[in-house]
């Protein structure tokens, strides 16, 4: 019997279309490990794309090569093909024209003639013939990449990979590691098993990018010496360490920093520090020059110093809120298994198992009071 491993490649080897996938909240391991595949794809002559939903990563990663090659949509996923029955005429001419909004091909017969019988419609295959989903929960998570073509996933074969232990094996192939600090773990060893000579410094730079994004540099509780002596490997083997790192942690600008000054500023805490929030408003935005994209910078700042923590909230007032009307937002970063999305499920939460976001018409101080009590109380009846 084949190792789920070996099952892997037998499928790459048989695709030659494959795409490559991954959640919509763009995790630094997701998205680095995921590119780490797809180049080591091109190098065995595949035709491989990669395309995840649009997401604002406030340009942190794009020093990841090949980050630009990530598409937003899967377009053209399949062809509309006319099919004309030439059994009774012969064709002689075909041209088409565009006539209020409706699309006319004009046939005409050499001989004989066609009739409506003639004529039937069908949709083509998939333009992929394999999916290879990275570091992603449920195909929910995808977002908009899953959501506008349901059909798709249920009709090519997926293979799953990812290390958390929220991951409902929704794929054909499900090689999930628990014990793995990050995905890019994984596929470290997933192709040093295969092909040890296909890995570069260029797919060593995304792996090592993806554990060290993972494990915020190396200094979050759960680093194993596994994942220390998969890095040495990968630094041995080409991957841009001091790049890496200046891109991920070195590189703060002085609005984000200021911002950070802020959210220290207000930062509040319960259940022994294992609950962390802070606040910020409108005008925090404004007076550090700081968008809502650089609010995950924030929180990896918060989750690397205060380890303890097990969910982190920032709660902020949404300054592009319409005209008249007060609104204010949360993000709630669960660290320890925790599923914020049932947490806040009475707000209609969006996001993952990890990472979830809601809105409210209040204020930023009514929504404080009002997320910080309901999460209290749920997190109080929980085994923390």
Known sequence: ??????????????????????????????????LSFYLLLKKMNKRVEIAAEKFDTGNILNFLPAYKDIYHTLDNLRKFIV????????????????????LNFIISPKEGFFTSDDVKTRSGEFKYELIIVIDTPDLEALGQIYDKDTEFFYEIPVINIDHHSTNESFGQINHVELTAIATSEILFNLFINNSRDLIDEDIATCLLAGIISKTKSFKTQNLTPQAMSVSSQLIAMGARREEIVNQLYRSRSLSVLKLWGRVLARLTSGLDNKLVWSILTAVDFEKTGTSESDLNEVIDELIVNIPQAKLVLLIYEDKDAPAGEIRSKAIIHSIRNINPLDLVKKWNPVGTKSLARIVLTMSVQDAEKLIIEEIKRQLEALPL
């Open 83 to 102: 099919s004309v029955d030439i059994t009774n005429a012969k064709v002689g001419q075909i041209k088409y024209k565009i006539e209020d909004k409706t």
């Open 1 to 34: 019997m084949l190792t789920v491993e070996q099952q892997i490649f037998e499928q790459i080897n048989k695709a030659n279309n494959i795409l490559i996938t991954f959640g919509k909240t763009w995790d630094g391991d997701a998205v680095a490990s995921a």
